[in-house]
C-alpha cells in the first residue's frame, strides 16, 4: 500500500530489484564436449552490521561441439519459419476475405484473426534475433551469415511489426466499428493487407533464401 510506504513514491529511494547481464568466454577453461558446466550467482550486500552473502540456484549446462549447437540453433529457426509460414497463410486468407464487402458480424473475426497474426510475427522476430544473439556469442557461421539473417529477415519483421500491420490494425478496427461496413474502408484494409500479405511472403522467401545460404556455406 503507497500509503502505509512512504518509500513507495519516493523517487530517490535505492531500487528494491535489478537485472544484471554478464557476458563471459568459456573457451580458455578446457571445457570439452560432454562436459556439464554449473553457474551460480553470488551477491553481497553492504549491510552496517556486517557484509551479507547471498546464492542463487545453480544453472547447469551441457557442453556441445560448434557443430552440434549450430544444428540445434538451425532447427529452431526452421521451426519458426514453419509458423511464421502458417501467419503468412492467415494474412493471405484475410485478404481473400476482405475482397467481399463483409457484414457487421464478419468485421470483428477479421479483427481477432489480425491480432493472432501480428503476436506471431513479433514472437517469430524475438525467437530469430535470439538465435542471432546466440550465433554471435558462439561464433557460429560468418559475419556475412549472421548480417543476412539480421538485414533480410529480422529487421523486416520489426519493420513489419512496428509499421504496417499498425496500420492495418487501425483500419479493420474502422470497418468494425462501422455499423454497416462501408466500400470506401473495406478498400482501404484490403489494400493494407493485400500489401502486409504481399510483405510476409517476401520475409518468407527471405527465409528459405537464408537457409539455403547457410547449407551452402556449411557445406563449403
Known sequence: ??????????????????????????????LLPGNALKLRALAKDDCILGVHTGYSRSVALQVVSPEELFYEILMRQRDQRAKFAVAVKSAKTQAEMLAELPTAEDAPGLVRTQQVVTRQVWQVANQ???????????????????????????????????DLLVRLRGALDTL???????????????ALQDEAATAMQRVLDQMSQWESFV????QL
Not at 215 to 218: E, G, H, I, K, Q
Open 128 to 162: 530469430l534475433d535470439a538465435t542471432l544473439q546466440e550465433m554471435t556469442l558462439n561464433d557460429l557461421g560468418t559475419p556475412q551469415t549472421r548480417d543476412l539473417l539480421s538485414t533480410n529477415v529480422i529487421t523486416p519483421l520489426r519493420t513489419l511489426h512496428d
Open 1 to 30: 500500500d503507497d500509503e502505509k510506504d512512504p518509500k513507495a513514491n519516493d523517487k530517490n529511494a535505492p531500487p528494491t530489484e535489478t537485472d544484471l547481464n554478464y557476458t563471459f568466454s568459456l573457451r580458455d577453461r578446457g
Open 215 to 218: 547449407d551452402v556455406t556449411n
Open 176 to 190: 468494425a466499428a462501422d455499423k454497416t461496413p462501408t466500400e470506401e474502408h473495406r478498400a482501404e484494409a484490403q
